[in-house]
């Protein structure tokens, strides 16, 4: 009976969030499906620690599911897929506003977005696995897929640059990775499974990644320090500095200075 008492309660508290702030409610992930996934998560990634900085805040985990639940990919940033210690350690105060919707008043909570600095590579890098994590939390993609993603897309760092050129930055991986999304965005690829069972997102990550808009913002730029090239400076030939008798320059211009040196000669004689 209690048990039964317990379930019509949930089963109202969610059916009254729906109504009144549908929103928000398809935003958020209940608490104990959110403990299931991720208990399946650690147990399916065992050599993985999935705490500390690598563990995904409720909030990245609610916006992944988000996408999944309506089939829309939203680009992500790095400073935004905030972990789970930051999002407690820097928690802010929730403010209550009061909205007129359809003759009614609705009390919603307003929160601030977090971010998280994400600046080094090993900071982006962090990020971007918090997000491999929230997608995979939300079965929007598979694990192995984005994973060979993020070891390409860091792989551009090591690449040698041409001489007086720069190595790729995390400031180009952060911009080519945003490409990335939007391109994936533009084609409207889905963030979850198809009819086949397969995931879009597997191989369209991989396509968009070799795109010449993303290859061209991970190209060697050209280092501050460099020198310029300059195109030497013409100088006359010694044939042409001395002038004979009776001409003019501009018969000389163009003549080889062998022959210039046997008129010269010849004029002599006469």
């Known amino acids: 009976m209690r048990l039964l008492f317990e379930a019509q309660t949930l089963a109202l508290s969610q059916l009254r969030l729906h109504i009144t702030e549908p929103e928000a409610a398809a935003k958020r992930v209940p608490g104990a499906e959110r403990d299931r996934r991720m208990t399946l ?16 805040g409720r909030r990245l985990l609610d916006e992944c599911a988000h996408q999944k639940a309506t089939g829309q990919l939203k680009y992500l940033a790095p400073d935004r897929c905030v972990s789970r210690i930051h999002e407690v350690t820097n928690a802010k105060n929730t403010s209550r506003q009061v909205e007129i919707d359809q003759s009614k008043l609705i009390v919603r909570e307003a929160q601030d977005e977090l971010s998280m600095p994400a600046s080094s590579a090993l900071q982006v890098q962090e990020a971007l696995r918090r997000r491999e994590l929230a997608y995979t939390f939300a079965e929007a993609l598979s694990w192995s897929a984005y994973d060979k993603y993020l070891m390409r897309l860091f792989s551009h760092m090591h690449r040698e640059p041409p001489p007086n050129h720069n190595k ?13 999304f939007v391109k994936l965005i533009e084609q409207n690829i889905k963030p979850k499974r198809d009819a086949s069972g397969s995931f879009p997102l597997d191989d ?67």
């Open 204 to 270: 369209a990550l991989h396509q968009a990644l070799e795109s010449f808009a993303v290859s061209f913002a991970l190209m060697h730029l050209q280092s501050k320090q460099a020198p310029l090239t300059r195109r030497p400076a013409l100088t006359p030939s010694p044939g042409n500095a001395e002038v004979g008798a009776g001409s003019t320059l501009g018969f000389h211009q163009g003549i080889p200075s062998s022959l210039q040196t046997s008129y010269k000669v010849s004029c002599g004689s006469e």
């Open 168 to 180: 790729v930055s995390v400031t180009q991986l952060v911009e080519a990775d945003r490409l990335v």
């Open 41 to 56: 998560l650690r147990a399916e990634l065992t050599g993985l620690g999935i705490k500390g900085l690598l563990e995904p």
